[in-house]
């Protein structure tokens, strides 16, 4: 993971923990498992695994990220996307709509309700410009969680 990315990650984790009313806007979590736990098979995806060597799940404004315990109980929606399980792990939301990586090249997409698929970008480029970037608001608009990256001067 970029040092860019871990930096701003870390910086609105101590934001979310110091005022307990900021746990409606987001959370952070620490990884929770430990290396041997990895099954890394996709190349494709090293950006997206090494993330959870740092952190578990996240939520960050509508954006969630689940963590690698929770992912099994979250891959039904995979069958809605070409390519099915082969191709996407589901690994969050754009609350509601699931949001997936593709395991052969690392783009994250989002599938909304009218069968539109959104592209964002690999793991480590869609963390840092639209989880913890300016190009949140192109996915949810002005929001708790973006009025927070402003106010702490990441965007």
Known sequence: MRKTIQEKI????????????NLVIGEIQE???????????????????NFFREYGSIRCGS?????????????????DMPGEFEEWICIGKIDPYPL??????????????????????GWN????????????IEIVGKDEWYELLREQQII
């Open 100 to 121: 997936y990586i593709n395991k052969k090249n690392g783009m994250v997409c989002c599938l909304f309700e009218d069968s539109k698929i959104k592209s964002y970008e």
């Open 125 to 136: 480029d869609f963390l840092d410009n639209y989880v913890f970037g300016e190009r949140y």
């Open 10 to 21: 870390e910086l609105m984790k101590n934001v979310l923990e110091e005022d307990p009313f």
């Open 31 to 49: 990884r929770i498992i430990t290396d041997s736990d990895f099954n890394l098979k996709e190349v494709a995806l090293q950006d997206y695994y």
């Open 63 to 79: 954006i969630i990220i689940f963590g690698q315990n929770e992912l099994d109980d979250f891959q039904f929606p995979v069958a």
